[in-house]
């Protein structure tokens, strides 16, 4: 049974860091694309970050650039979002979500991705 299983969330101070981690189960990452959504309460998903595991390309959301990087594990089959200088619009559950198709990674739709994980909450706060 293919399973994500997201952890790492927690409450931090306004320009700290954390290390979401999204570790799959059931199958092996490789050849898939790997995203990080994020949804805050009364609005809609939003597409953060994906890898592409096939050829690593990477992609991030104007609103993270220079502030998250996502990064893989192949031997731990987990992908991590390492978040720092955080602010308070990061608030938000996180969720990772995966696919085999074919995507296009600077699209991040929400509806391209078959298997999400259970999310992990994010909050920012002084």
């Known amino acids: 049974q293919l399973r994500l299983v997201e952890s790492g969330g927690g409450l931090v101070q306004p320009g700290g860091s954390l290390r979401l981690s999204c570790a799959a189960s059931?199958?092996?990452?490789?050849?898939?694309?790997i995203a990080w959504f994020r949804q805050a309460p009364g609005k809609e998903r939003e597409g953060v970050s994906c890898l592409s595991m096939s050829d690593g390309s990477t992609y991030y959301a104007d609103s993270v650039k220079g502030r998250f990087t996502i990064s893989r594990d192949n031997a731990k089959n987990t992908v991590y979002l390492h978040m720092n200088s955080l602010k308070f619009e990061d608030t938000a559950v996180y969720y990772c979500a995966a696919t085999a198709g074919v995507v296009v990674v600077s699209l991040l739709r929400a509806w391209d991705y078959d298997y999400w994980g259970q999310g992990t909450q994010v909050t920012v706060s002084s």
């Open positions: 059931g199958f092996t990452l490789d050849y898939w694309t």
